[in-house]
């Protein structure tokens, strides 16, 4: 899979806090950062699919069936923390969300949950109705009253392939039972990533992982939003 190009319009300038980290500017399709490059980067941005430390997030508009609205990630105010999964997924999406869900916690004992939203979006529609997303964030331990975390469903499986891997980069392919005697229906095999996105629209961190260690994503929501806010 080739990387998308993406256009963003110019990100505003914003003045550092003192004793944060120094901004670094990117240039014309970046803007501002909080912390410090991504240490655990293993390629450069250009070689990867998916946006990474100080590109733009590209903008993406999904409903949120739980709330029975649409939902434009350019509009969310504040910190973005943005991951793709499915809810039948056996393994990886099930400690991927865990994590995420720890963080969402840590941002409410921290007083910092108005400053963060967090938009899960499945890239399985046709299965992953309202009430299947209920039900699996009561599962996962999802505070859903606390109003920053959102599901995100897709109008259809095309719209889930434009969505999370055309503009996010997170690449899956679906797999039919008729391609795997221990398969009933199907599955996917996709990348595991999360999203760091400052105020500003620039991605601070991309973490390529399945199993996020929490401690370190609320440390990082935490530097952003003490420094951002």
């Known amino acids: 899979m080739q990387r998308r190009a993406f256009l963003t319009g110019s990100l505003g300038v914003a003045a550092a806090s003192a004793g944060c980290l120094t901004a670094a500017l990117r240039g014309d399709d970046g803007g501002e950062t909080v912390l410090a490059p991504q240490a655990d980067q293993q390629h450069d941005g250009g070689s990867l699919p998916y946006p990474t430390y100080g590109e733009p997030l590209p903008s993406f508009t999904v409903p949120d069936p739980l709330a029975d609205e649409l939902v434009a990630s350019d509009d969310v105010d504040g910190t973005l923390v943005v991951t793709a999964f499915f809810t039948t997924c056996p393994a990886e999406c099930v400690q991927l969300i865990g994590q995420l869900a720890g ?4 941002t409410i004992e921290r007083g910092i949950d108005g400053e963060v939203t967090f938009l899960a979006v499945t890239f399985d529609p046709s299965r992953d109705d309202a009430q299947a997303l209920r039900e699996y964030g009561q599962q996962m331990n999802v505070d ?6 959102r599901f995100l469903r897709p109008d259809s499986p095309e719209r889930a392939e434009t969505v999370v891997e055309g503009k996010l980069g997170v690449t899956f392919d ?4 008729k ?3 221990r398969l ?4 996917f095999r996709h990348l595991s990533l999360t999203f760091l996105r400052n105020p500003g629209g620039t991605v601070e961190r991309a973490y390529r992982t399945e199993r996020p260690d929490h401690q370190r994503v609320l440390s990082d929501i935490k530097t952003v939003v003490e420094a951002t806010s």
């Open 174 to 177: 679906r797999i039919d039972a």
């Open 179 to 181: 391609t795997s005697e």
């Open 103 to 106: 963080v969402q916690h840590g």
């Open 144 to 149: 859903l009253s606390a109003g920053n975390w």
């Open 184 to 187: 009933e229906g199907y599955d």
